[in-house]
């Protein structure tokens, strides 16, 4: 462009301007983009804790709505889950074999997720010893019982999940058969 003078100026950014835009942009992307990521994996567990917990509620619905016992069943090789029902005509509160009950289909945890303590040290909703739950059963009123077929009730049922990195959460059941989900903060167990 030509001023009155007859002198041409240019409009516009030099290529210096421009690296140096380029780079603040990169900088904050550097900040950014770990954070965003933790984010995401905290929201993915926290997601998953909370579908399982649905799951064992569905699970006691399911026993109280068939008078019959269902259970929730977990796979930590296959990071799956699935309520099963039992369909054994006549035997409502007494289904123990494993061709008792009828698969209703398998959930998978959402990706990084698995079944595991993570960094907890100490066991959830007061359960003793800290172990994994791998099978949830309720009788036909909803309560959780002992697997042994006694029909004792069961207060001790928690899985816990983790993301492989600092988060780990746990759901619990209570002896009403409620579902509880915990967050680990790394000196002791948050309900969520």
Same mark, same amino acid.
């Given at each position: ?14 290529? =210096? +301007?421009?690296? =140096? ?27 998953? $804790? ?15 709505? !068939?008078?019959? *016992? ?11 889950? @699935? ?6 005509? &006549? ?7 494993? &061709?008792?009950?009828?698969? +209703? ?16 040290? @100490? ?7 800290? *172990? ?9 009123? #909803? ?6 077929? $006694?029909?004792? /009730?069961?207060?001790? !049922?928690? =899985? ?7 988060? /780990? ?18 000196? #002791?167990?948050?309900? *969520?």
């Amino acid at each position: 462009m030509k001023t009155p003078n007859g002198k041409t100026t240019s409009t516009g950014f030099t290529v =210096i +301007e421009l690296v =140096i835009g380029m780079a603040v942009v990169l900088l904050l992307a550097a900040f950014a983009i770990p954070n965003t990521l933790a984010t995401l994996r905290a929201y993915r567990l926290s997601g998953s $804790s909370h579908s399982l917990a649905h799951q064992l509620s569905l699970a006691r619905l399911r026993a109280q709505t !068939d008078f019959t *016992q269902a259970q929730l069943v977990i796979d930590p090789a296959t990071n799956s889950y @699935s309520v099963q029902v039992c369909t054994v005509a &006549g035997k409502a509160n007494n289904c123990t074999a494993a &061709g008792d009950y009828a698969n +209703e289909g398998t959930q998978f945890l959402g990706s990084g997720i698995s079944f595991g303590f993570g960094p907890a040290g @100490s066991a959830a909703a007061g359960q003793a010893p800290m *172990q994994q739950t791998l099978q949830t059963r309720f009788n036909s009123r #909803g309560v959780p019982i002992l697997l042994d077929g $006694s029909g004792n /009730t069961n207060a001790n !049922d928690v =899985i816990y999940l983790t993301d492989g990195q600092a988060n /780990t959460f746990a759901v619990s059941v209570t002896v009403g058969g409620h579902a509880r989900v915990w967050r680990y903060d790394g000196s #002791g167990w948050c309900q *969520q």
